[in-house]
């Protein structure tokens, strides 16, 4: 059980770096075919494969949240950057521009 939560926490982790939050719906057939599958479901009855589906879209959930907030944290120190630039630098250099311009041109 325990290896079941880890991987379906990593798989959402990846999930929610590169796509949209539609992509649990087939991941989630793809756990409700994995839980069938498995032979501890041959040894446990109906409420403990529900209990396993249950864990593991759980645990997809919360991979995706954690993947999805971490690919945003990727993105913020760019943006950071962007905001700590003077804006009278961008202004001056575009002045000086224009004032080489008139120069030439005279």
Known sequence: MDILVIVGVLFGMILGQFFKCFVLFPAY???????????????????????????????????????????DFQDAPKE???????????????????RERGKRAA
Do not use: H
């Open 29 to 71: 057939g793809l756990a409700i075919v994995l839980v069938l599958a498995s032979p501890s479901y041959m040894e446990n009855s109906l409420l403990g494969g529900f209990f396993q589906f249950v864990v593991l879209t759980t645990s997809l959930q919360i991979g995706y949240v954690i993947g999805s907030v971490t690919g």
């Open 80 to 98: 950071f950057e962007d905001s700590r630039r003077p804006k009278s630098r961008r202004a001056s250099s575009g002045g000086s521009e224009s």
